[in-house]
């Protein structure tokens, strides 16, 4: 790891393209991995092995995928003959949840807790053990909690206690459509759902198909407020009231 600047990084990278963004972010930090599961992820991890081949990838499993998805793991594994950390909930709290609430709390009373458990705490634990991680934002995936965010940013959320930790968005400023150009150039596995209607994929409860001219998270917690649509993975992005 090279010494790293976060406010000298953010200024040289604004407005950067993905290469340049990853390229910066790998050759600072050594323990870096990237989160994996969705389109904009694979396109990451498509351009990360070009600079690095011991790059990091990791993916949450939180035991509520789409059977496409799980697919779309393994083949992505096998693409690019790399190793996935597949991290799952831990099995107490998981087990403690279910009883009390049962399989579709959700549904009233919002998933922040379903999330916690299923999505926050593994990442949590895996982010523990790195100096930064890049993720498959977007500016347009949401105005509303991702329109501010930098290429590069102090994970406040998941820093610990005299350590802190980055997070590089080397996908920041590109559109959906770009993404898929990509995919479609170099011929970038993508998750079979895409193929009906599905541009964001989450767990399956909480996912649906979108309908034309509708906004791609508009799939994803369709019973909740839009300006709060983060399952905690990016909780820093929600604003407050």
Not at 20 to 28: D, E, G, N, P, S
Not at 115 to 124: A, D, N, Q, S
Not at 147 to 174: C, M, R, V, Y
Not at 179 to 188: G, K, L, N, P, R
């Amino acid at each position: 790891m090279t010494e790293f600047d976060l406010s000298t990084a953010q200024t040289e990278l604004q407005g950067k393209n993905p290469r340049t963004i990853l390229k910066a972010a790998l050759a600072h930090f050594d323990n870096i991995a990237i989160s994996f599961s969705g389109a904009e992820d694979v396109v990451l991890i498509d351009m990360a092995l070009q600079i690095r081949k011991d790059i990091q990838v990791f993916s949450l499993d939180t035991g509520r995928l789409h059977p496409e998805t799980y697919r779309f793991i393994e083949k992505v594994r096998k693409h690019y003959g790399i190793a996935i950390d597949i991290l799952s909930p831990d099995r107490e709290q998981l087990d403690a949840f279910v009883k009390e609430k049962g399989l579709f709390s959700f549904y009233e009373d919002n998933h922040q807790q379903c999330c916690g458990i299923r999505k926050v705490e593994p990442l949590k634990r895996k982010l523990a053990t790195l100096d930064a991680w890049i993720t498959g934002q977007r500016k347009d995936q949401s105005l509303d909690t991702r329109g501010d965010i930098p290429e590069a940013q102090l994970d406040a959320g998941f820093s610990g206690t005299g350590k802190q930790l980055i997070k590089f968005n080397p996908l920041l400023n590109w559109s959906s459509a770009q993404v898929w150009d990509y995919i479609e150039a170099y011929q970038v596995p993508f998750n079979e759902l895409h193929q009906h209607g599905y541009i964001s994929i989450g767990c399956e409860p909480c996912t649906r198909p979108v309908l034309p001219n509708q906004h791609e998270r508009a799939g994803r917690w369709w019973w909740e407020d839009a300006a709060k649509k983060e399952c905690g993975l990016h909780g820093g992005n929600v604003k407050s009231a």
